[in-house]
């Protein structure tokens, strides 16, 4: 007889109730943990499979928002192509990664840009559960930061860069890692979005911002540019869409490139209507027909080209202009008028294109502002003005308000010929000028400054870059900084996290009250990086870096002194830190003047 113990009757019983134990803990975990597996289960690089948007991005260079998740930890003085950079973005500059679906994340690692000029030395990652996360100064070399921390469920995150070096001009990623696994629950969105077995990227510039989306698999690849062609490309059928995006459909491993010049464009007399009232009108021919054509609301798009011409704009509301980026070039040489000029109006917004000036007509103005009420102007390049950048100011001696809530940003001026960068003079009011860059204004007939402010208030300037390496044909050195200037109609004006490098002054007060200059950096300035002359009243300088400057701040008499100055929390190395000939009531603390 068989013993009880080999029954194959109690062996079945027992193999039977181990099946049913593991059908009941496989029923629990599923029930505790819906939606996983044993494949999901493995940490993958989310941010691959992300949409992807941005503040801004260098469309010209191809350093698009998308190569932030592209897998490639490289960029500038390497493969620039392999990396994010903003155009002109400094402080305030983000990137956002978004899903269709949750995923569970814990780690986070992060990529600066490696070259050694533009460094994020603070940033903020917020997440879509309302967390956030500090990430500190990144590597300034391109090395991973990572970030670990406990595993959260999101929809999307996004950095936002809080303080860079000064020396940054386009900040940007190298690239960005989100580690986690995927969701195969219901969508984030209420409808609901199935993604396709392979990835898909998508860029997206909408007319009026400078935001960039993108959506990326792993075999297809679409780029929409902003400019207004949209053109889809599917097997051998081509459909041409009204202009609004330009579209390249490519394989995995066949890169297919629509060149910047390539654009189609619509009839003059055709119009896109937008969500709102207005309407988009493509240039065709000049810019002025189609200024003129427009109508309050409407948007004026410039394709990528160059264009010779005058245009001005008067007595219109809320209208946009913008181009293609820097392949957009408004120009008229062997002039002495200005190329733009905005006589009047309102809610005025110009981005996205590119002015050339003339380098021999040093009287010549790229953009003319003689009366503006709400402005915006951003990510515009000028190269070579002959005598001014931006010149916005009202008639001479015009002390009314005529140019207010003006803000000008993430512009680029580079190689001035004549005398200003920027120009604020009388009838400014209201008026921020931030994260732009001067490089290399010569001045031939007069000193030349990166920016200019003349009898107005209520001005901020702040996170711009100035850096001037030469001295011009008729031996004027480089003043590479700012002047005040305006007997008692400047006052209210302020400097702050400004840079300026390389020239003859860094931030000249010749008159004017109520000046602060807080947290500036001035750098190798054969005079000094603050002078404050004879008719400069009640003005704090303070929190401001001297380095290497002939002086670090000097007064200088002109039959009157400077009054009521206070100095504080200044940092001097190398030069003279400081020459008080000329104050009066000088009231100095916590300044750090290293001899």
């Not at 001037?468 to 004006?493: E, F, L, M, R």
Request: proline share 5%.
């Amino acid at each position: 007889m068989i013993s009880g113990d080999r029954s194959p009757r109690r062996k079945g019983r027992q193999l039977a109730g181990t099946i049913l134990s593991l059908v009941v803990l496989l029923g629990l975990m599923i029930v505790l943990f819906p939606g996983t597996s044993a494949a999901a289960a493995t940490a993958t690089n989310v941010a691959a499979v992300a949409t992807v948007s941005a503040s801004s991005q260098t469309a010209s260079t191809g350093q698009f928002a998308v190569k932030a998740v592209d897998g490639v930890v490289a960029g500038y003085p390497g493969d620039y192509t392999k990396e994010w950079a903003t155009y002109g973005g400094r402080a305030g500059s983000w990137l956002k990664l978004a899903w269709p679906n949750p995923v569970m994340i814990n780690k986070i690692v992060l990529y600066d840009r490696p070259n050694t000029n533009d460094q994020i030395t603070a940033a903020t990652i917020s997440f879509s559960d309302g967390s956030t996360l500090s990430t500190g100064t990144l590597a300034n070399n391109g090395a991973a930061q990572t970030f670990v921390f406990a595993a959260k469920t999101v929809t999307w995150l996004k950095v936002t860069v809080d303080s860079v070096s000064y020396t940054t001009k386009n900040i940007g990623l190298s690239e960005a890692e989100v580690w986690g696994i995927p969701s195969t629950g219901t969508p984030a969105s209420t409808t609901p979005t199935t993604l396709p077995p392979t990835t898909t990227t998508t860029t997206m510039r909408r007319a009026a911002t400078t935001t960039t989306t993108t959506q990326r698999p792993a075999t297809v690849t679409t780029t929409l540019p902003a400019t207004t062609t949209t053109t889809q490309r599917v097997a051998t059928t081509t459909t041409t869409l009204p202009p609004t995006t330009t579209t390249t459909q490519r394989p995995a491993t066949t890169m297919t490139t629509i060149p910047a010049t390539t654009t189609t464009t619509l009839p003059a007399t055709t119009t896109t209507t937008l969500a709102g009232s207005g309407h988009v009108i493509t240039v065709t021919g000049s810019i002025q027909a189609a200024v003129n054509a427009a109508k309050d609301g409407d948007t004026i798009y410039i394709p990528a080209g160059t264009y010779d011409g005058i245009v001005s704009l008067g007595g219109k509301s809320n209208i946009t202009i913008y181009g293609a980026g820097p392949s957009t070039i408004l120009t008229h040489p062997e002039s002495d008028d200005p190329i733009f000029e905005i006589t009047s109006g309102s809610n005025i917004t110009l981005h996205d294109f590119a002015f050339q000036g003339d380098y021999d007509r040093w009287v010549q103005q790229c953009l003319c502002i003689d009366a503006l009420t709400t402005g915006h102007i951003y990510n515009i390049q000028f190269n070579t003005p002959g005598f001014v950048a931006i010149n916005a100011r009202g008639p001479v001696g015009q002390w009314n308000d005529v140019i207010t809530n003006l803000e000008i940003d993430h512009c680029q001026v580079v190689g001035t010929a004549g005398e200003f960068g920027v120009y604020l003079g009388s009838g400014c009011a209201n008026v921020k000028l931030h994260d732009c860059s001067f490089d290399r204004n010569e001045g031939r007939m007069y000193p030349p400054h990166a920016v200019y402010v003349q009898d107005c208030h209520a001005i901020y300037v702040y996170n711009n870059y100035a850096v001037n390496t030469q001295k011009n044909p008729n031996g004027y050195a480089y003043k590479a900084g700012i002047d005040v200037y305006g007997p008692s109609h400047a006052y209210d004006i302020h400097f702050d996290n400004n840079y300026a490098a390389n020239g003859y002054g860094g931030l000249w007060l010749v008159s004017g009250s109520n000046i602060t200059a807080t947290g500036n950096t001035f750098e190798n300035m054969s005079n000094a990086g603050v002078a404050i002359w004879s008719n400069v009243s009640n003005s704090t300088i303070s929190n401001n870096k001297f380095i290497n400057c002939l002086y670090g701040v000097t007064f200088g008499t002109d039959n009157t002194w400077a009054n009521n100055i206070t100095l504080t929390g200044n940092t001097a190395t190398g030069g003279i830190p400081i020459d008080r000939a000329g104050a009066l009531n000088l009231v100095e603390s916590g300044n750090s003047w290293n001899k």
